[in-house]
């Protein structure tokens, strides 16, 4: 079973820079269509980034231009680059690989990790 863990977070001001670290078990890195999401108290996760097998990018309006994704596979690791932090990206962040249902969307493949906490103050 692959088990996933996001670090990397923090308390930041506005303006700051922070980068995250997702690590799993197993190598899926190289074949995975990969991903971040994050949370904010009860409500519905966000799909902020993702990044393909083949190493193609696509991010959240909301975060466009100030995040970064990226994946190195032979540590097995992806990474989010977040420049320019405002109060509202303030979230727990998550990461996962992902598929695509026509009538869901973008659905997680794997269980939850703990997730990492971002906390932009103004």
């Known amino acids: 079973q692959v088990q996933l863990v996001e670090s990397g977070g923090g308390a930041v001001q506005a303006g700051g820079s922070l980068k995250l670290s997702c690590g799993a078990s197993?190598?899926?890195?190289?074949?995975?269509?990969m991903c971040w999401y994050r949370q904010v108290a009860v409500k519905q996760r966000e799909l902020v980034a993702r990044?393909?097998?083949?190493?193609?990018?696509n991010f959240a309006d909301a975060v466009k231009g100030r995040f970064t994704i990226s994946r190195d596979n032979t540590k097995n690791t992806m990474y989010l680059q977040m420049n320019s932090l405002q109060p509202e990206d303030t979230a727990v962040y998550y990461c996962?690989?992902?598929?695509?249902?026509?009538?869901?969307?973008?659905?997680?493949?794997?269980?939850w990790g703990q997730g990492t906490q971002v906390t932009v103050s103004s």
């Open positions: 996962n690989a992902i598929r695509l249902s026509t009538l869901a969307g973008w659905v997680p493949i794997y269980s």
């Open positions: 197993g190598t899926i890195f190289s074949i995975s269509h």
């Open positions: 990044i393909t097998s083949g190493g193609s990018t």
